[in-house]
């Protein structure tokens, strides 16, 4: 069997619950006594995390769509470079809240910047790296913006209008129905309870499939 490590996006629109459900993700997985490194986009790094702070915090000039792009990638680069490149080399898996499904659903859908420069900037990047494994929670735009508004202050991209989020969402979905065997829709609109059990089966999934035994 291959010893490189398995590489785990979980993507989704905003108040999905992905905070929760990555927490539960990590317990679930270290308990079935997966070697597990967790991280985000963007951030992940110090660099990353700066990057994060530029493109979440509410400003009073727009930020052009392209530059928004373009440090999105740049901090991916930091991150594919620091982070999740050796962990998978090293065969730990990685389990990453969001990654490139995101900018093609934010940027590409979102902000209606072409695909194909997402696809370009995609691959010089990341040359052949892609998720193995992309849990996408998915839910109606206003149940999720419901809930991230019963949080604290809204961040930029959260303070955006409903149209912004549909097409997120509309991206999303058909990135998922477009074929590719990697991702799995989990409807996060269910009751919490539900959503741990969609998920916790497909952990066992890719735990059985990748050989780990349980303990």
């Known amino acids: 069997m291959d010893s490189r490590g398995l590489f785990i996006t979980v993507e989704g629109g905003e108040g999905v619950g992905k905070s929760t459900n990555m927490a539960f993700l990590e317990q679930h997985l270290t308990e079935l006594g997966i070697d597990l490194v967790v991280t985000r986009e963007p951030g992940g790094t110090a660099l990353g995390e700066d990057i994060r702070e530029l ?29 999740v490149e050796p962990a998978l080399g090293s065969g730990r898996w990685v389990l990453c809240d969001r990654f490139t499904d995101a900018t093609y659903a934010y940027q590409g859908g979102g902000r209606q910047l072409p695909m194909a420069a997402i696809r370009e900037l995609e691959q010089l990047v990341q040359g052949d790296l892609r998720p193995d ?8 735009v206003d149940v999720g913006l419901s809930r991230a508004r019963e949080r604290a ?58 050989g780990v035994r349980h303990p």
């Not at 930020?63 to 440090?71: F, H, I, Q, R, S």
């Not at 989020?165 to 989990?186: D, K, N, P």
């Open 55 to 83: 493109l979440l915090r509410p400003r009073q000039e727009e930020v052009a769509p392209t530059a928004e792009l373009l440090l999105i990638f740049a901090a991916r680069a930091q991150h594919l470079a620091e982070v």
């Open 133 to 140: 494994y992309t849990l996408l929670l998915d839910a109606p």
């Open 153 to 210: 202050e809204l961040d930029r991209f959260e303070q955006e209008q409903v149209e912004f989020f549909e097409r997120v969402r509309a991206t999303y979905l058909q990135l998922a129905g477009e074929g590719s065997g990697r991702y799995r829709v989990i409807d996060a609109a269910r009751p919490l309870t539900e959503v741990e059990q969609q998920l916790q089966e497909v952990c066992d999934e890719l735990a059985t499939c990748w």
